[in-house]
């Protein structure tokens, strides 16, 4: 198998899902229904308005609804949802003891979005040197 049809396999699952997820909003927003994310939950207003399935649909793909919702807050294009949770990966500490050039390209991808935690995650990336910001001894 190509390289190419390598790419066309690997990259339509990404893309449907957000589709779906934009669907979900789509048709969350068609039935007057408001959705926010607070805290670790998606708040769904009026909740009495949202049916059953609907409500199972968001539970199902409740990470990408809440990057998506998060985008929109601050206004970032579709694209940039993946970074969300890059950056979350960033200060979790899952890049701890990453390479330069690793680093080089999480600090590439997160600069140019302005979200709180995009610039949370370059802050961190900039205060370490491949140890998570603790320092080599």
């Given amino acids: 198998m190509g ?5 066309r396999l690997e ?7 957000m589709s779906d997820v934009q669907a979900i909003l789509t048709r969350a927003q068609r039935l007057g229904l408001h959705l926010q994310v607070e805290g670790e ?9 949202c049916p059953p399935e609907l409500l ?12 998506l919702l998060e985008a ?3 206004h970032l294009p579709p694209d940039c949802v993946p970074w969300l ?14 390479g330069n050039s690793t680093r080089e390209s999480l600090t590439i991808g997160l600069r140019g979005i302005r979200h709180p935690l995009c610039q949370q ?12 910001g603790h320092g080599k001894t």
């Fill in 3 to 7: 390289v190419g049809t390598q790419k």
């Fill in 11 to 17: 990259n339509p699952p990404l893309k449907r899902s």
């Fill in 56 to 67: 199972a649909t968001i539970r199902e793909h409740k990470p990408e609804v809440m990057f």
């Fill in 72 to 74: 929109r807050a601050y």
């Fill in 41 to 49: 939950r998606i708040a769904i207003a009026p909740a009495r308005l």
């Fill in 85 to 98: 949770n890059v950056a979350r990966q960033v200060l979790d500490g899952e890049f701890v003891g990453c």
């Fill in 121 to 132: 995650a370059l802050t961190r990336l900039k205060g370490t040197d491949g140890s998570g």
